[in-house]
């Protein structure tokens, strides 16, 4: 089963995802702010992370460096979720490597859809 490690600090948005990935076949683990997720992920070693560009206290670029900064999380493959479109941001996540970027509000259908592209590349 693939792991899917899921970072909002929206508890709706958490809890949304992590339905929708169990009902779908992914063990999903859910993250509120971007310590606990570079913890969980040390621990959990998921296949996928999925996180917002704007956090409390921080944001997706932040995490997703400390993420790749670490040998063991480094090939992890990252997707932004944001409700923020814009170039910079778009341009600055794929920069560090993300694998894909949506934004919200998204059509579940579709994001699930392209996790599991994601996943079958990743095998």
Do not use: Q, W
């Amino acid at each position: 089963m693939k792991k899917v490690l899921v970072l909002d600090d929206d508890p709706e948005i958490v809890n949304h995802l992590v339905k929708k990935l169990n009902e779908n076949g992914y063990f999903s683990i859910p993250c509120y702010e971007s310590y606990e997720a570079i913890k969980k992920a040390h621990k959990e070693l998921p296949d996928l992370v999925i996180t917002d560009y704007s956090l409390s206290g921080s944001n997706g670029i932040n995490f997703c460096k400390g993420l790749k900064a670490s040998d063991i999380t480094k090939s992890i493959p990252v997707m932004f979720i944001t409700a923020y479109p814009l170039d910079r941001v778009r341009r600055e996540a794929m920069d560090l490597g993300a694998v894909d970027f949506m934004v919200k509000p998204f059509d579940t259908a579709k994001l699930l859809k392209r996790i599991s592209e994601i996943l079958n590349k990743t095998k």
